[in-house]
């Protein structure tokens, strides 16, 4: 088959043989598997969530680490500033009393003492919720993100490992970027009517 007239560069895609019978679909002089739903990067099965519990939630360490680490840098330091302008009020009454020099001036000064304490210790547990909230929200939300980023990078791997036209990409249901595989598939569907006119 002749390469069509104003056809872009040799990097492009160029079908090996007519398709034969059986042959899958958008792979020529290949049949599909028997049982197979679609390639590792493609439809299928692989479409389909697992239950909650028996996903894989870090598959971009690379991606997702920063991010959640960052989120809980953010929530510390949101923390300890609050602590720090709280033990800085807690100072400046502590000396408005001391300057009263009221008879029960060390009953106040020993009141607000144990009122900082308390205040501190429930400042240390809502951080360690925060941190750890934070934590596994951010690990959700990017699972979301690079989920997809891993699907098109083993999408257009195998583009480049078979050099044949891949099955119609898919993402997960939940997964953010629901609109890149329709744009994909679309920019391969003309690619293939383009070449086996």
């Known amino acids: 088959m002749e390469n069509p007239t104003g056809a872009g560069p040799k990097t492009q895609l160029k079908p090996k043989a007519p398709a034969r019978p059986g042959a899958r679909p958008g792979a020529p002089g290949k049949s599909a598997p028997k049982g197979a739903g679609g ?56 000396q408005l009393v001391k300057q009263t020099r009221l008879p029960a001036q060390n009953l106040f000064i020993q009141l607000l003492t144990e009122q900082l304490r308390t205040l501190l210790i429930y400042m240390v547990v809502s951080l360690g919720i925060a941190i750890g909230t934070t934590g596994v929200f951010t690990l959700i939300l990017t699972h979301k993100m690079a989920g997809p980023l891993m699907r098109l990078k083993s999408f257009f791997g195998d583009i480049a490992k078979n050099s044949e036209f891949p099955d119609a990409l898919r993402f997960r249901d939940g997964d953010y970027f ?20």
């Open 39 to 94: 390639s590792k990067s493609g439809g299928g099965d692989s479409s389909v969530r697992p239950p909650w519990y028996k996903r894989k939630y870090l598959v971009y360490p690379k991606f997702q680490v920063p991010l959640i680490l960052f989120n809980i840098v953010i929530t510390g330091v949101l923390f300890g500033l609050v602590g720090y302008l709280v033990i800085r009020s807690h100072l400046y009454l502590e």
């Open 178 to 197: 629901q609109d890149l595989p329709p744009t994909i598939n679309g920019a391969f569907t003309s690619l293939k009517k383009k070449w086996f006119k």
